[in-house]
């Protein structure tokens, strides 16, 4: 079967059942992977959350609006108040977002629902990192002015990449992403759209900061989230609950100090790139609410969204105590975190 024709079956079509769509999921196309990863059986993803996301979710059931997107080309807009960042829309057709979603459920990395979070390190097993970085650059997501060169032109582009399932209502803390990282930072929207804030950040980061960070980012508001954590594959929800890295119904949330200065709208389909002031001066979160506003007095409610945030390990951050010092954490490219 045709890719087109896939797509159609599964967000074109109105009168597919799910067993019919299970079946495309599991079977339809060949795999470019090589991974050794145990595959949900297709049994399981009946009760998949993801899975019924897709089917949920208004683009899969072929909305106008939302076809015609699939036929925009791609817009690169820079934010006017926040150096380094820039939101790229019509990125991702629905085919390019149902083969990512397509990976991510048949790896089953977020267990059914019963983990937010997922990471993968190293090239070798993301097939979708390949595919991502290719429809990056063919789109000219990755081009000057928005990405500059002195980070894109390094090998690998990414060599990790964390998956975030959020449940309406869910959030992440406003951070800067860790000191571990290199400037560049690229987040893809999937599934559904939501509201990412921005904060300046009370205790801004330097790329000539320490790779393993420092005390400043334990203390104040601003946090620097590990959600990289090099030291774990999956996070749980339960530890995301004790860590605080990702915030989740089952604790208070700690309001920022500060309102967001500004909102962005991230529809799926969308990539969010970061660099120089908007990567360490700048906070990025997205509130615990079930709607957003996406204009004034219109709101819109949230439905189950997935992201992957693309990111590259600074030199140093290996030899500080990278995947090394957590082989666990290399096995399949994720690992369970305890
Ligand atoms: O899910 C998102 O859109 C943001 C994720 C994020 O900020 C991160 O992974 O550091
Ligand atoms: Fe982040």
Redesign the pocket.
Known sequence: MEMEELNQELFGSSDSDSESVIDLITHSYPRETSHEQPRMPASDRQDDPIFHSIMDSSFERGDTDDQQQDHRRPVHSSHPHIPGLVLHTHVLTHLDQSRLMEQITEHNFFKGGQQNQAMCFGPKELIWIQELESRLWETGVLDEPYCASSWTARMPLFDQSIMNLYQPGEG?KP???LARFDDG?V?VSLVSGINMDFYPALKPMSPNDPPQGDDRSKSGNTSS?D?SSASSGMMSRVSACNTTLKTSPCIAPEPHSQRPAFSVRLEPGSVVT?QGAARYEWE??IQEVTEDETSPGEYVKRQIRVSI?LRKMRQQAWEVGGLNSHPGALKNGVADRT
Do not use: K
Request: glycine share 8%; charged share 10%; proline share 0%.
């Open positions: 992440i951070h800067v992403d930072i987040i989230i959600n970061m990025h979160g945030t």
